[in-house]
């Protein structure tokens, strides 16, 4: 079975993409998983300057797109989540991102969130907008996978309920194998995995040492509360095809690790994985 390793361009923190595609290689990997916004959460800082948003001009985007080629780096997925999906405005915005993912990368996955609705009201209008995303999703070829996220997509109860709810087969899931134990206290990833297999196009491969709200995200292997071993045996067992990505968001309160400690860190992941025969 062939699997698709790749990482999330914002392990490279605040270098941003255009490092991403040229050091990725290096680490022993050739595809990217690419954020098309900014980040600031954790201590984890980029700039929008940084990435390739929906805002870019089509010089701009042409000019990425023959970065990538340039170094022989394939783009498994682009990261279009962080606009509110209670609101029009916020959807809308995804939507924008979505089209620019499909025309410029030709991606079969789009990763973004569900909100966190406060109230049944606020539930309804983010699954009728999850609706109308799926329909947009599917118009270009793309997949929505959504992120394990405080609230709808929380655990896998939620995660069931959510896409029972939404019932659209051009959005399902992202499942993040170190957030489910970040926002839930005392799971298991892989028996809350077990639970959604079936629904998973996308997953985050990111570790962590077990503990409730501990913003703790090593190099893969190095926490110590997953078993990727058996994260790959699950989804073997159903066939899954989409992209293990490498997500690294750093250990709170430590220092910029800056860009050399960051490629070391992802080539480390990479090994570690290849040596679970991912």
């Known amino acids: ?112 969130g569900a909100g966190q609705p406060a109230d049944d009201d606020q539930r309804r209008s983010v699954i009728a907008n999850l609706r109308r995303l799926g329909d947009v999703a599917s118009e270009v070829g793309v997949t929505l996978a959504l992120e394990t996220h405080k609230g709808p997509t929380q655990n896998a109860e939620a995660m069931l309920a959510l896409m029972e709810d939404v019932s659209h087969p051009h959005v399902l899931l992202n499942f993040d194998t170190g957030n489910i134990a970040y926002y839930n206290a005392g799971v298991d990833p892989c028996d809350e995995l077990e639970k959604v297999k079936e629904l998973v196009r996308n997953v985050h491969v990111k570790d962590n040492r077990g503990g409730l709200e501990e913003w703790y995200f090593p190099a893969v292997g190095d926490g110590g509360a997953v078993d990727f071993a058996r994260v790959r045996s699950i989804l073997d067992g159903v066939g899954y095809q989409g992209a293990y990505t490498i997500e690294i968001e750093g250990i709170g309160g430590e220092p910029e690790p800056g860009l050399e400690e960051r490629q070391r860190r992802i080539a480390r992941s990479v090994a570690h994985l290849k040596g679970l025969g991912y």
């Open 1 to 112: 079975m062939t699997r698709i390793l790749s990482c999330f361009s914002n392990c490279y923190g605040p270098a941003g993409v255009r490092p991403a595609v040229e050091l990725i290689r290096q680490a022993g990997i050739d595809h990217l998983e690419l954020a098309l916004r900014g980040h600031d959460f954790g201590g984890l800082v980029i700039p929008e300057s940084a990435v390739v948003t929906e805002k870019a001009d089509d010089a701009t985007a042409q000019a990425f797109v023959d970065h990538l080629a340039k170094h022989e780096v394939q783009v498994s997925g682009c990261n279009v989540g962080g606009a509110d999906m209670r609101t029009d405005e916020g959807t809308a915005l995804t939507e924008r991102r979505i089209r620019f993912a499909a025309k410029w990368f030709h991606v079969p996955i789009c990763v973004t």
